[in-house]
C-alpha cells in the first residue's frame, strides 16, 4: 500500500512534466503572421523557378527552330551555284549604281562650274555697272580724276598708276598714287610704250605681268579716246600683292575706263571752262537751230 502513492507521486512527475514540455512547444511555435510570410516567400520563389523554367523552354524552342532554318540553308552543289549567280547580279548592280553615282558627280561639278561661272558674270555686269555709274555721276573735274582712281585701285587692283592729260601732241601727267608722278616727263605721242598706246588706241598689257615693277615701263597703258581722239593715257606700273593675272574682267574695265573716264573727263573740263553757268535750255535750244 505504500508503495502505491510513489507510483503515484512518480506518475504525476511524469504529467506535470508533459505539461511543461507542451507549454514550451507552444510557446515555440511560429507567430501566425510570421508563418504566412515565409508561406508567401516560398510561393514567389516557387513563381519565379515557374517563369524561369518557361523562359527556358521557350529559348529552347528558339534554338531548335533556328537550328531547322540552319539545317535547310545548307548547301548543295545546286544552293552553291544559285548562291554564286545571285552574288554575280548583285556585283553589277553595285557596277551600275556607281557609273550611275559618278555620272551624278560629273553633272554636279557641272553645275557648280556653272554657277560659278554665273557669278563671276554676275559680279562682272556688277562691276561694269558701278564703274560707269560712278564716272557719270558728276561733272566735277576732281570728282571725276577721284572716281578714276578709286576704279583703278578698287576694281583693278593697281597700286602705283598715273594720269596723263593731252596737251598739243603730249601728254603730262597730272594724277598719281603710289608713285612720284610728278617728276615724270610728259609722253610724246606715238613715243615709247605710252605714246605708241596712245596714237594707235589700243590698250598695252605686258606679257611678264603680275608683280611689281619697281622700276622699267608700266604694265598696262590704257589710251582715254573719244570720237576717235586720244585725250589721256592711264598708266599701271604695279599691282596689288594678291593679283595673280589680267583677267577678263580686267579687260573689260580696261576698256570701259578708256572709252567713259574719256568722256567723263571731257564732259567735267568743259564744264569747268563755262564755270557750269550754262543754261541748258537756252544752249539746246542754240544747238537745235544750228546758231551754236
Known amino acids: 500500500m505504500n508503495d502505491e502513492p510513489g507510483k503515484l507521486n512518480m506518475s504525476g512527475k511524469k504529467r506535470a512534466k508533459a505539461k511543461q514540455d507542451t507549454k514550451a512547444a507552444v510557446t515555440t511555435m511560429p507567430d501566425p503572421e510570421e508563418f504566412i510570410e515565409i508561406f508567401k516567400r516560398g510561393v514567389k520563389f516557387t513563381e519565379e523557378l515557374l517563369q524561369e523554367n518557361e523562359r527556358l523552354r521557350s529559348r529552347i524552342v528558339s534554338l531548335e527552330e533556328e537550328n531547322r532554318l540552319l539545317a535547310r540553308k545548307h548547301l548543295g552543289p545546286d544552293g552553291y551555284r544559285d548562291l554564286l549567280e545571285q552574288l554575280q547580279q548583285l556585283d553589277e548592280r553595285r557596277k551600275q549604281l556607281e557609273e550611275r553615282f559618278e555620272a551624278i558627280e560629273n553633272e554636279n561639278r557641272d553645275y557648280r562650274r556653272r554657277h560659278e561661272e554665273m557669278e563671276q558674270e554676275y559680279n562682272r555686269l556688277a562691276n561694269l555697272y558701278i564703274a560707269s555709274y560712278q564716272l557719270h555721276s558728276s561733272l566735277e573735274l576732281e570728282e571725276v580724276v577721284r572716281v578714276v582712281s578709286e576704279i583703278i585701285l578698287n576694281l583693278i587692283g593697281g597700286r602705283a598708276f598715273v594720269l596723263f592729260l593731252r596737251k598739243g601732241r603730249k601728254y603730262v601727267p597730272v594724277h598719281g598714287y603710289g608713285c612720284e608722278w610728278q617728276t615724270m616727263p ?48 592711264v598708266a599701271i606700273y604695279q599691282f596689288l600683292e594678291h593679283k595673280g593675272c589680267i583677267t577678263d574682267l580686267d579687260r573689260e574695265l580696261f576698256g570701259l575706263l578708256g572709252v567713259h573716264a574719256a568722256s567723263a573727263l571731257t564732259a567735267a573740263m ?14 539746246f535750244e542754240k544747238i537745235a537751230s544750228g546758231k551754236s
Open 186 to 233: 610728259a609722253v610724246r605721242h606715238g613715243e615709247g610704250i605710252l605714246g605708241k598706246a596712245a596714237s594707235e588706241g589700243v590698250t598695252h598689257i605686258d606679257s611678264n605681268i603680275p608683280g611689281s615693277r619697281e622700276r622699267g615701263g608700266p604694265a598696262v597703258c590704257i589710251p582715254l579716246t573719244l570720237e576717235g581722239r586720244t585725250m589721256g593715257i
Open 270 to 283: 568743259l564744264y569747268a571752262s563755262t564755270d557750269g553757268l550754262v543754261d541748258e535750255a537756252d544752249e
